[in-house]
């Protein structure tokens, strides 16, 4: 019962493989709608996996960080940007160098028992991404990044701590585009250093 419901929500494997919003993104002046502001620093925000151990965005240093952030109605609007990220990661240099911070808005699922239900259900999928995915139970790191409810959420953070890319919806061609080329280029900037 619960289980069938949770498929949807635990579909973040982003960097394993998944099959019209405003963005910001570098040399852009638009900002993207309740996210920071492209060049600002990264969000104060903490987020738990599925066994309690806090992961602060603070303490991400000296690689960039891609956060997802995308609740079980919002988790198939980004798949083809998914898809584009696990083409990216074939090889280890991507999944050892990204900080990849995937989160599941589960404020929906704060109650006994669906909350062991989808705790089992983050754990299998996490295991199967071969990537930890977050939980956001309460809201909490929802409201710390500024993300809306309801919708997919990027936010790409420099090895700097800086915000290069926020979005919310959909990603189009060209934004996926941008997203690959920033990541590319962090990449290539901690080799280089």
Same mark, same amino acid.
């Given at each position: 019962?619960?289980?069938?419901?949770?498929?949807g929500?635990v579909?973040?494997a982003v960097?394993?493989?998944?099959?019209a919003?405003?963005c910001?993104?570098i040399?852009?002046?638009?900002?993207?709608?309740?996210?920071?502001l492209?060049?600002?620093?990264?969000?104060?925000a903490q987020?738990i996996?599925a066994d309690?151990?806090t992961?602060d965005?603070r303490?991400v240093?000296g690689?960039p960080?891609?956060?997802?952030?995308?609740?079980?109605?919002?988790?198939? @609007?980004n798949?083809?940007?998914k898809a584009d990220l696990a083409?990216?990661?074939?090889?280890?240099?991507?999944r050892?160098?990204?900080? @990849?911070?995937?989160v599941?808005?589960?404020q929906s699922?704060d109650?006994?028992?669906a909350?062991?239900?989808?705790k089992d259900?983050?754990r299998s999928?996490?295991?199967k991404?071969?990537?930890?995915?977050?939980c956001?139970w309460?809201?909490?790191?929802q409201?710390?990044?500024g993300f809306?409810?309801?919708?997919?959420?990027?936010?790409?953070v420099?090895?700097n701590?800086?915000?290069?890319f926020a979005?919310e919806?959909?990603?189009g061609k060209s934004?996926?585009d941008t997203v690959?080329?920033l990541?590319?280029?962090?990449?290539?900037?901690?080799?280089g250093?």
């Amino acid at each position: 019962m619960a289980r069938a419901a949770l498929a949807g929500t635990v579909s973040l494997a982003v960097f394993a493989g998944a099959g019209a919003g405003s963005c910001a993104g570098i040399g852009s002046v638009r900002e993207a709608q309740a996210l920071g502001l492209v060049g600002t620093l990264r969000p104060a925000a903490q987020v738990i996996d599925a066994d309690g151990h806090t992961l602060d965005l603070r303490a991400v240093n000296g690689k960039p960080m891609l956060v997802l952030y995308e609740d079980q109605e919002s988790a198939k @609007l980004n798949d083809a940007f998914k898809a584009d990220l696990a083409h990216l990661a074939k090889g280890d240099r991507y999944r050892s160098s990204v900080a @990849l911070v995937p989160v599941a808005d589960l404020q929906s699922f704060d109650f006994w028992p669906a909350r062991g239900f989808v705790k089992d259900a983050i754990r299998s999928e996490s295991k199967k991404a071969g990537t930890t995915i977050y939980c956001d139970w309460d809201g909490a790191f929802q409201r710390a990044a500024g993300f809306k409810r309801g919708t997919s959420s990027v936010l790409l953070v420099g090895r700097n701590a800086r915000i290069l890319f926020a979005f919310e919806g959909a990603l189009g061609k060209s934004e996926r585009d941008t997203v690959i080329a920033l990541l590319r280029s962090e990449v290539a900037a901690e080799g280089g250093s």
